[in-house]
């Protein structure tokens, strides 16, 4: 089975892992902020907070930027779960935005035309969540716009785009965002294993992030309430998570990031041979930006083409030995919220996109004779 994403593990990262395995750090160490500070050159973003998943990033991102009982955060419906959960955690509640068909990113025409529905109603939200589906970058410029006009802060689930550029800076410095959160599992750009970053250019928000992330708790006598009482001495001034990233992680991580540019390059060319080999069939195909860091490529099978439907697409595909994916079920869609009232029909373009959308194989290791192989079975699938 050719899976849709793998991890690209060297001997480099290996020896990296080992390194800290035979030295005195193995949880909190001198790799994190090695790490963070990698992810900042990167960016060029001022502040980078490692964490132990993405999730735990949006979590802590929500809960620094004040969001809570009464609150709004809007996201995209197609998504993974992990963008609109992070609100339930934090006891606010979620809305969705309907998506560009073009792109599958959330529609800053939508956007608009909501917010000024909820000024009417008195229910803006407090954070809008954009997502980078794919690796493509949203429209930020509009959102940061909309978000200075409307009063709400930004929140870019960036974690399909490391390494994507955005108006010609890299996706995470934060210029049209409060905070930009990566991922690091093994099928996206970059691997940790498991972990997450959030980044912000600002100190109050950096200073709350890494408070949140390990327990609450600070050593920093000025944070403290009391005068220290030893080198021993801290406290815990709010309440907190274990959300730290280990040394393990981090140094995997910087191993990796060494090598983000040929990864993206990799991707690109993947894209592009996609587009030559998948051109003539009955499909419909995404007209992904130059920008993007192609974590995803995703073909629509579209009845107005083909007489055969997504699922039995899938199926062949899988039958054939390509392991194809759907990302993703729109959120609203899932049981959990249904039952908080979402319904079917709330969010047309999205759900007409989910019964479309398919994902084909991408990361850096595939071959072009298995490129060749998977465009082949895709038209015998289809016909």
Known sequence: MIPYGRQDITSEDIDAVVGVLQSDFLTQGP??????????????????????????????????LGLGPGDYLWTTPITFAASANCALYCGARVDFVDIDPDTGNI?????????????????????????????????????????????????????HAVGAQYMNTSVGDCRYSDITIFSFHPVKIITTAEGGAALTNSGK???????????????????????????WYYEQITLGFNYRMND????????????????????????????????????????????????????????????TNRNEVFKRMRQHGVGVNVHYIPVHFHPYY????????????????????????????????????IASRLASALS
């Not at 939200?125 to 409307?150: D, Q, S």
């Open 31 to 64: 790799q994190v902020p090695h790490f963070e500070n990698k992810l900042i050159t990167y960016t060029g973003v001022k502040h980078a907070i490692a964490v132990n998943s993405a999730t735990s990033a949006l979590h802590i991102s929500c809960l620094a």
């Open 107 to 159: 529609c800053v025409l939508a956007l608009e035309k909501k917010l000024l529905l909820a000024e009417k109603t008195g229910t803006l939200p407090k954070i809008v969540m954009p997502v980078h589906l794919a690796g493509r970058p949203c429209e930020m410029r509009t959102i940061h716009a909309l978000g200075k006009r409307f009063g709400f802060s930004v929140i870019e689930d960036a974690s």
């Open 205 to 231: 928000l950096a200073e709350r992030l890494r408070l949140l992330r390990s327990h609450g708790i600070t050593r920093d006598p000025k944070q403290m309430e009391e005068i220290p009482q030893g080198d």
């Open 248 to 307: 393990i992680q981090a140094a995997l991580g910087s191993s990796q990031i060494e090598r983000l540019d040929s990864y993206i390059n990799r991707r690109r060319d993947i894209a592009k041979n996609y587009d030559i080999l998948l051109k003539s069939l009955p499909i419909s195909l995404f007209e992904y930006a130059d920008n993007s860091s192609y974590h995803l490529y995703t073909v629509r099978i579209d009845d107005k083409f083909s007489q």
């Open 338 to 373: 249904r039952k908080l009232g979402f319904k079917s029909g709330d969010f047309p373009a999205a759900e007409k996109y989910y019964l479309e959308a398919m994902t084909l194989p991408i990361y850096p290791k595939l071959k072009d004779h298995e490129l060749q192989f």
